[in-house]
């Protein structure tokens, strides 16, 4: 019978042998499987930012294609605006100067073309089209085109002292410059 204990001590020891190895291997196996799963998530967490970020810059791409679009559409109308009030120009400088010149009319006469000059200034202003270059104003070359110079001691340096004609904008489009004389120059 002492044959039987040692050889089943001896099996006792094989299976734990064995259990072990298959512990080991089951461990090994587990620790596979874990370096698997973070490599896949590191994969999909790398493939999501890729996506995310093409998504951002589409999304920044179309933004500033509706900005661009819209700022072009008020371009085209501003643009449009300003090729028909140049043809209506010369009409406002010449209801502006008959104003200047009928100062001995008849006042019926005097009250219509008034009239008209208010209309067109509405008009203008529904348009929003600005005048620019008044008298005493501060002489602006980006606005005004000075045709002559004068010394005069009532007015400040660089200021307008005589408009020969009105200038026009929409915005910050210049339609017309201002033709002016300039003071102290």
């Known amino acids: 019978m002492p044959k039987k204990k040692h050889e089943n001590a001896e099996e006792v020891k094989e299976t734990k042998a064995a259990e072990e190895?298959?512990?080991e291997a089951e461990a090994d196996k587990a620790e596979e499987a874990k370096d698997e799963k973070d490599e896949k998530i590191e994969k999909l967490s790398e493939e999501l930012s890729a996506q995310k970020d093409k998504y951002m810059r589409l999304a920044a791409e179309?933004?500033?294609?509706?900005?661009?679009?819209?700022?072009?559409?008020?371009?085209l109308y501003d643009d449009?605006?300003?090729?028909?009030?140049?043809?209506l120009l010369p009409v406002a400088d010449s209801v502006r100067m008959a104003l200047e010149n009928l100062?001995?009319?008849?006042p019926e006469i005097v009250?219509?073309?008034?009239?008209?000059?208010?209309?067109?200034g509405k008009s203008f202003e529904k348009?929003?089209?600005?005048?620019?270059g008044k008298i005493g104003d501060?002489?602006?070359?980006?606005l005004h085109n000075a045709i002559s110079k004068v010394e005069n001691e009532e007015l400040g340096e660089n200021t307008i002292a005589q408009v020969f004609q009105t200038g026009?904008?929409?915005?910050?489009?210049?339609?017309?410059?201002?033709?002016?004389q300039v003071a102290n120059c």
């Open 21 to 23: 190895q298959t512990a």
């Open 62 to 75: 179309y933004d500033n294609f509706r900005k661009r679009t819209a700022n072009e559409k008020l371009s």
């Open 80 to 87: 449009a605006t300003a090729k028909a009030v140049t043809e």
């Open 103 to 106: 100062s001995e009319a008849d």
């Open 111 to 120: 009250k219509g073309i008034e009239l008209i000059s208010n209309q067109l």
């Open 127 to 132: 348009l929003k089209i600005e005048s620019f």
């Open 138 to 142: 501060t002489f602006d070359p980006n």
């Open 168 to 180: 026009y904008k929409i915005g910050d489009k210049i339609i017309r410059h201002a033709m002016v």
